[in-house]
């Protein structure tokens, strides 16, 4: 009697990442291209000499100097290293980003949590959610750009007040979506039928409503990082944020000294490196985005998960686990009857 077949274990959650990113080449090359750029952006912070041959210092003689291998982006009308500027700036901007939504999650998504899990008739939970939501609707009201410059002229011109200013203007987004989420989330069979069996609300909110939440609101963060940094970098174009040249540059007012100093015509290659490194991040989170949406929503990650189980070969059968005459299982015969 032959030996019964080991049963087959669930793969493991890396194994499921893994073939949820194979599945989705531009997906697996979005986190390959953000785990390089957070590399880069840790290593510039800590010692930014080991990828940055000359930092924020004028090079004598070098005034809009053609790309070579010395200076990969050129130089501009400065004399500064175009290359150096453009990874000085990488953990400014990314970190601003980062910062700002992840401040934008956490405010806005606290209310909206509030206003939608909360939200019932007649209580003291509906009237504060009424007021969240006519505050946050006063907010949208507002292009979001719009109010952050004028936020911004308010408290003062500079880095700090551009953050401080986009960080107010963007929670309203966040309040929204979760908000929405919870109304959704919150009337399901299983939440009814857990108040039922007398589960206290705040158990029902971190176990059942928060859970089921994070999916839409991780996407929509990490895709989210990508529009605060074209914000910011909006923002410092119109030279409220910064300055260039200065010991900390930034994308947005490298594109700014450049199209005023008329290197965009005459110099292109020094506009192309910081646009390009704004594209390239935003990119990126992208397709990070996509990403974890096909790894976190079920369905489509067992999509995924069946569709590159069905290209990999069947496992072969040892030949000792086979009845004595049985012949082992051949290889599939193509259209003209060879193996394939």
């Known amino acids: 009697m032959a030996p019964t077949p080991p049963a087959s274990r669930p793969d493991s959650s890396a194994r499921v990442v893994w073939r949820v990113l194979r599945s989705n080449p531009l997906s697996l090359g979005g986190f390959a291209l953000i785990v390089l750029i957070g590399v880069v952006a ?23 100097a053609r790309p070579s291998w010395a200076h990969p982006f050129g130089t501009d009308g400065n004399s500064f290293d175009v290359y150096s500027n453009v990874l000085l700036a990488l953990p400014l901007d990314l970190g601003i980003g980062i910062l700002i939504a992840g401040s934008a999650l956490l405010g806005g998504g606290t209310l909206g949590l509030i206003a939608g899990f909360f939200d019932r008739p007649g209580t003291l939970g509906g009237a504060l959610s009424v007021v969240i939501m006519r505050i946050t609707d006063i907010f949208l009201s507002f292009p ?38 919870v109304l959704a989330v919150k009337g399901l069979p299983y939440v009814v ?34 529009t605060v940094l074209v914000t910011y970098s909006t923002i410092g174009f119109i030279g409220v944020a910064s300055k260039y ?24 290659w020094e506009v192309f490196a910081p ?7 935003v990119f990126a989170f992208s397709l990070l985005g996509d990403g974890l949406r096909d790894i976190l929503d079920p369905r489509t990650r067992r999509a995924f998960v069946r569709s590159s189980a069905g290209r990999e070969p069947p496992a072969e059968v040892p030949a000792t686990a086979l009845p004595s005459g049985t012949v082992p299982p051949s290889a599939p015969a193509n259209d003209l009857g060879a193996p394939a």
């Open 275 to 281: 646009g390009a490194a704004i594209f390239v991040t």
């Open 144 to 181: 979001s750009l719009i109010l952050a410059l004028a936020i911004t002229r308010a408290l003062g011109l500079g880095v700090g007040p551009t953050v401080l200013a986009i960080g107010l203007t963007w929670w309203p987004y966040y309040v929204r979506l979760v908000r929405g989420e």
């Open 245 to 268: 040249p200065s010991a900390q540059p930034e994308w947005g007012a490298m594109l700014a000294f450049y199209q005023s100093s008329g290197a965009i015509n005459a110099y292109p």
């Open 193 to 226: 039928a857990a108040r039922a069996s007398g589960v206290s609300e705040w158990r029902i909110l971190a176990r059942h409503v928060i859970r089921n939440v994070l999916e839409p609101v991780v996407v929509f963060f990490t895709l989210d990082i990508g």
């Open 42 to 64: 840790a290593v510039v912070a800590i010692d930014p000499h080991l990828l940055i041959p000359y930092g924020p210092q004028q090079i004598t003689g070098a005034y809009h």
